[in-house]
């Protein structure tokens, strides 16, 4: 007698096709979408984690119109980084020459309930560059208790990332935004909305400081 597969069965199947139809080369899924800008998220081991532990790694990628450049002014920038990270109290980037390729951050994160406070300082690198065309820039967390002691109640986080600005016309860039996060402890259903819309807002705001009058 032949024997037809269920119902539930071939529910199953299809969410499973759908999944991985809607997942990357890299493993990432895409969350949410708004215009051209797309955001993606995976879950990997956060490197040299023992025991191994699963964080999110968040992409978004998105377009302005300007030049690499002037993108890569504006990360750097802490006059302006309250007008497109609206949940930053403080802010301080650390120079060591104006043409430099490496600079520290320090960052604290008013952030809603049900997250608590957090702070990071980071490393930033500008690793490779193809003249006039392509930027990579990689950032890490680093330990420098004289420019960023710890703060009793402040969360300090530890994440790892890179943007790559691409310039793919005489005034159009492509952007590729990576951040991977070590999780801290506070359920997935509470995190994903805050994170998703945050990175969103901030990704449109940082794009209408490029387009002076596109708003």
Same mark, same amino acid.
């Given at each position: 007698?032949?024997?037809? !597969? $269920? $119902? ?20 990432? %899924? ?13 879950? #990997?081991?956060? !490197? ?12 978004? &990628? ?10 890569? *002014? ?26 430099? %390729? ?9 952030? @809603? ?14 690793? &490779? +560059?193809? !003249?006039? *065309? ?5 950032? &890490? $967390?680093?330990?420098?208790? %004289?420019?960023? @002691? ?5 969360? *300090?986080?530890?994440?790892?990332? $890179? ?6 016309? @005489? ?11 070590? !999780? ?6 509470? +995190?994903?909305? #805050? ?16 387009? @002076?009058?596109?708003?």
């Amino acid at each position: 007698m032949r024997q037809y !597969p $269920s $119902s539930a069965s071939i529910l199953f199947l299809l969410f499973a096709c759908t999944q991985a139809l809607a997942q990357d080369k890299e493993g990432f %899924t895409l969350v949410k979408k708004d215009g051209t800008v797309s955001i993606y998220e995976r879950w #990997i081991i956060f !490197p040299a984690s023992n025991p191994p532990v699963k964080a999110r790694e968040v992409k978004g &990628e998105f377009y302005f119109n300007n030049t690499i450049f002037a993108g890569l *002014r504006l990360i750097r920038d802490e006059k302006k980084i309250k007008d497109w990270q609206g949940h930053v109290a403080e802010f301080k980037v650390y120079l060591q020459r104006e043409d430099t %390729t490496t600079w520290q951050e320090y960052s604290y994160h008013d952030i @809603p309930w049900p997250v608590s406070d957090q702070d990071h300082f980071l490393e930033y690198k500008v690793v &490779e +560059t193809i !003249p006039m *065309r392509k930027l990579f820039i990689t950032f &890490e $967390s680093r330990v420098n208790e %004289t420019l960023a @002691p710890k703060r009793d109640g402040v969360t *300090r986080m530890k994440l790892s990332g $890179s943007w790559t600005l691409e310039q793919i016309g @005489p005034k159009q860039v492509k952007v590729t935004y990576r951040i991977l996060s070590m !999780p801290i402890g506070i359920p997935k259903f509470l +995190t994903d909305p #805050i994170i998703r819309s945050n990175i969103m807002t901030t990704i449109e705001e940082y794009v209408a400081l490029l387009e @002076p009058g596109a708003k």
